[in-house]
């Protein structure tokens, strides 16, 4: 089962930060929080990771919360080509031994 | 960039037939995925491969199998397809980094 939970779905007005959420009360010390997307017909993107820490890259900034039990990937200026489903999922590091599963992510539209 | 390559977009086959669906990445990652995507139900895992000749059951294994005899390649096998595995089919490896996705295979078995 996959260990974080998602808002089924979201929408976002174009050009507006999209600010989704993820919680994942569960994680264990040795978990990272990772981020993808899927556009449709398309495999899966990787977007972001991090561990305690805020990261931003060229897509995307993730704040974590300090207890770590949930996180926010924000998109700070959302395009039309932005509406994807988002997936957070929370992956052990510290072992090759890691399934990686995925739950039924948050579908964003960002609307014109 | 990292290359995950899965042998066919689309595959049309008949029930009862022996199915491969081969997946390669070049990026020397130690662990690979097979997964299916249906609506409604998201990305399920079928197996997964940690290393050469190793291989462990995901979610969903029955009907399937694997083969991963060198450390780039990772074949998913339906012994006898069935209707039931009409799917889009999503091969992914992984290093620390996350993981990288291949196209995809829609199958379909008539």
């Known amino acids: 089962d996959a260990k974080t939970t998602q808002p089924t779905s979201m929408d976002c007005a174009e050009g507006r930060a999209a600010n989704l959420p993820c919680n994942h009360s569960t994680i264990s010390g040795n978990e990272y929080v990772y981020w993808y997307r899927q556009i449709h017909s398309q495999g899966p993107q990787y977007i972001i990771h991090g561990l305690k820490n805020n990261e931003t890259n060229e897509m995307a900034s993730l704040i974590i919360t300090e207890d770590r039990k949930s996180s926010t990937l924000i998109l700070p200026h959302a395009t039309l080509r932005d509406t994807a489903v988002y997936y957070c999922i929370v992956r052990d590091m510290k072992t090759s031994y890691d399934k990686v599963i995925f739950g039924p992510g948050t579908s964003l539209s960002v609307i014109p | 960039d990292v290359k995950v390559t899965q042998s066919s977009r689309y595959l049309v086959k008949r029930t009862g037939e022996k199915v491969f669906l081969e997946c390669v990445q070049d990026m020397d990652h130690e662990n690979m995925f097979w997964y299916r995507q249906d609506p409604g139900l998201g990305l399920r895992l079928i197996y997964f491969?940690?290393?050469?000749?190793?291989?462990e059951k995901g979610d969903i294994p029955e009907g399937y199998s694997v083969s991963r005899e060198k450390k780039e390649r990772f074949s998913l096998i339906l012994e006898s397809a069935s209707t039931n595995q009409t799917s889009m089919y999503l091969c992914?490896?992984?290093?620390?980094?996350?993981?990288?996705f291949g196209q995809g295979t829609r199958l379909t078995v008539v």
């Open positions: 992914a490896s992984s290093p620390n980094r996350g993981a990288f």
């Open positions: 491969s940690y290393d050469v000749k190793m291989k």
